[in-house]
Each structure stands twice: as structure tokens, then as C-alpha cells.
């Protein structure tokens, strides 16, 4: 059973920058997939970004893309997200997610192809 506690989240002014993480335990993190989605007051729960297990492909949403980071670093059993150039409209709960793959693909999008979750991370960007 994988668990993932995210942490990092906080209040920044627009334009500024935020690093997330994501700690794992409970299975072999190198085999999994992550991802990051959010969720703002109101709206669906929304893709951010993706890593294979190895870390060589990765995926973004438009939204996101030029201004998001993700990467993992499988020694420590930990993912990150970068985030530079914050926006208010990047105010949400932010999630990471796991899962299994055998192909080392970054290609998951909707949050259905996730099996394991972590609690939440809030990220608030004042304008």
C-alpha cells in the first residue's frame, strides 16, 4: 500500500514561487507513476502535472506548462513541483498521486488513473 503526505503549500503573492513535495513509503516508488492535480473551491479536481517512474518523461497541463516543474528523486522516495510565476488562478488544494505502470509513462491525465492519493496540499496566491 502506497502513501503519499505532500507538504510545501502555503500563501505567496503573484509572481512569486512554491516548491511542493511529496513523500512516499510503502512500495516501490521507481514503478510508479506521479502525478499532481488541484482542486479549487467550486471547479473539478484539475490535472497539473506528471513523471514516470524513472523520471525521463514527464507531462503538463497548458495551464501549467513553462511555469511548472515536476520531478522526482527515487533515492529519497520523493516528487516535487516547482512552481514559478504564480497566478491567482493557481489558488487550489494541490494533490499528488500514484500509480503502478509497467511502461514508465508520464501519460496519465485524469485523476480515475490514479490509485493512491495524498491528503492535500493549499496553495494561495494573492493578488
Known amino acids: 500500500q502506497v502513501q503519499l503526505v505532500e507538504s510545501g503549500g502555503g500563501l505567496v503573492q503573484a509572481g512569486g514561487s512554491l516548491r511542493l513535495s511529496c513523500a512516499s513509503s510503502?512500495?516501490?516508488?521507481?514503478?510508479?507513476?506521479m502525478g499532481w492535480f488541484r482542486q479549487a473551491p467550486g471547479k473539478e479536481r484539475e490535472f497539473v502535472a506528471a513523471v514516470s517512474g524513472t523520471g525521463g518523461s514527464t507531462a503538463y497541463a497548458d495551464s501549467t506548462k513553462g511555469r511548472f516543474t515536476i520531478s522526482r528523486d527515487n533515492a529519497k522516495n520523493t516528487g516535487y513541483l516547482q512552481m514559478n510565476s504564480l497566478k491567482p488562478e493557481d489558488t487550489a488544494v494541490y494533490y499528488c498521486a500514484a500509480r503502478y505502470s509497467v511502461y514508465a509513462s508520464a501519460n496519465y491525465d485524469r485523476s480515475n488513473e490514479y490509485d493512491y492519493w495524498g491528503q492535500g496540499t493549499q496553495v494561495t496566491v494573492s493578488s
Open positions: 510503502g512500495g516501490r516508488f521507481n514503478r510508479y507513476t
